[in-house]
């Protein structure tokens, strides 16, 4: 046997392992949307190294919820949404449909604000011409996977995905952290009350509604409807390595914003976006705050496409109704003009979008616990006793926490 006869079946069984990846990435764009980026920014600059934990801990959740997401897809051969539908009643299926429609608008509203402030950066433009481009370029890539498929949908999200990776973890590599601070920041640990808020901030509003909609649908398209045999069974582990990976990407992103702001930015007062940005020249150079506005603007295009494409999923499940896309591009796109238009400061918006997408988060993963624990719906594929009891638990903690970030925000 030569070399070449033992190297092929290598490379044959890599290849066709990298054609199953790519929806986890589409998914784990609202991980590293605009929302993200001042918050983990800020908890770097206020307390150094203290809170690496929790964006750790933060991600290691979400990926027990986009793997349960994308299996239920794959094994049931329906999205999230479709399997509400297969399980309630009219009335409380419109009911379902309002609150996650509500989630969608409030998801476009952060990602379009985000990409209009990252155009203000870049190019000084007014945020509401911002807003607009940031909302064409989206209708774009939303036509992208309307005419090309979701395999080119999917090739496009995780190029921006790279965009935003390099915009953000560039700063790191210009000013790389103390590996004994950030070993040190693992301890989980606060320092006051307002470490306590921040963590919960950042805990609380990891994981996205529209993400988990998104997940199953995205898997059931790629794959199908999967029955039990070994087939499935090599479609869930390669699955589980398209999570891992997606999210391991997403995570080294958010850390790299806490990071660089712990090494060169603490003390400063980081509390909007632009603030960030401005910090970042002073200390880091222009060019690493250009790069920091490309992979902001690159989150904002990303992230508002894949939230558009969720609305219209969960349009489509709940109510067995599909709308043309520009319309529905409209449907989500409008109420963000709207905000900027009456000059309401983006930060502040962003904030808001964060609470009411945290009125979602249990309609999300409540029925998603409840489904992929339930043999007869999955089969040999259900959820094993001890990941039933990790999955309600983190569903438990994330609902406690938005609860509690809608009440601190509510009483601030």
Known sequence: MTLVDTVRPTLQRARTGSLLLGPAFVAAIAYVDPGNVASNISAGA????LLVWVIVCANAMAGLVQFLSAKLGLVTGMS??????????????LSYWAQAELVA???????????AIALYLLFDLPLVIGGVITGAVSMGLLLVQDR???????????????????????????????PGSVLGGLVPRFDGAESVLLATAMLGATVMP???????????????HVKEGPRR??????????VGLA?????????????????????????TIEGAHAAIANHLGSFVALLFAIGLLASGLASTSVGAYAGAMIMDGLLRRRIPLLLRRLITLIPAIVILAIGVDPTRALIVSQVVLSFG????????????SDRALMGDAVNHRVTTGLAWGVAGVITLLNVMLIYLTVRG
């Open 148 to 178: 090309g498929g979701q395999r080119s949908f999917e090739r496009v999200i995780t190029g921006l995905l790279a965009v935003i990776a390099i915009g953000f973890v560039t700063s790191v590599v210009v000013a790389p952290p103390e």
């Open 46 to 49: 206020q307390y150094g190294y």
């Open 247 to 271: 999210m391991l990407l997403a995570g080294a992103v958010n850390l790299s914003m806490l990071l660089v702001a712990a090494t060169t930015l603490r003390g400063d007062d980081i509390d």
């Open 361 to 372: 988060i249990p309609f999300a993963l409540i029925p998603l616990v409840k489904f992929t």
């Open 105 to 115: 608008i409030a998801t476009d509203l952060a990602e379009v604000v985000g990409g």
């Open 233 to 242: 069974r090599v479609l869930l582990r390669a699955t589980r390595f398209d």
């Open 210 to 224: 529209h993400a988990v909609y998104l997940h199953s649908g995205l898997a059931r398209d790629r794959h199908g």
């Open 80 to 93: 999230l949404p479709e399997t509400v539908r297969a399980h309630s009643t009219r009335g409380v299926r």
